[in-house]
C-alpha cells in the first residue's frame, strides 16, 4: 500500500510540473491576495484516473482532485477518542465567481480528529490541512482548508484560504 501511494505522489508530481492534467488560468489578473474558499469533497474511488487512500472530486472554489498520500494514527481509544495525521495533495485550479484564478497542484499534512461510537459509527469529525508547498500557480501559496464531516448524510464540506504568492 505505501509502495502504491508512493507511486501515485510521484506521478502527480510529474503530470503537474509538465503542466500536463491543468488548463490554463482563464484570468491571470485575479492571482494574488488571499482568496475565500468553500465547497464539498465528494467521495470517489478515482478522480482523473487515478485513485489513493482516499480520494475526493472538489466541487466548490477547488475543482479538481484530493488525493491521500499517506497517514498514520495518532490516537485511538477505547472512549472513540480517534486522531490521525498525514499528507494529501490537491491537483486543479481554485475558481472564483466561475474564473479560474489559480491551477496546478499543492501538497498538505492534515490533522483528523473524530469521535466515534461503541459500533464504530463516526459521531464527529473534522481535518485541518496547512498548505506545505505548491507547484504551478501555487507556487509559494499559503492558507488552510478545513473539513467537516457530516455523518448524517455522508458529506464532507470544506472551507478555508488560500493566500497566492
Known sequence: MKRKATMIVA???V???LGLAMPASASASNKGGTQQIGGEAIPVDTC???SSLFTFEM???LVGCWYTNGYEVVQNTRSGVYQERGT???VGCLVEDGVE???GSFD???KFTAKFAPDGAEIHGRCQHPLASGLEEFLGATGRVDFKDVVETG???YRGHIDLA
Open 11 to 13: 506521478l502527480l508530481m
Open 15 to 17: 503530470v503537474a510540473s
Open 48 to 50: 482523473n484516473g487515478l
Open 59 to 61: 466541487t466548490g472554489s
Open 88 to 90: 494529501e495533495t490537491f
Open 101 to 103: 484564478v489559480a491551477c
Open 108 to 110: 498538505t499534512t492534515y
Open 155 to 157: 458529506q464532507f464540506f
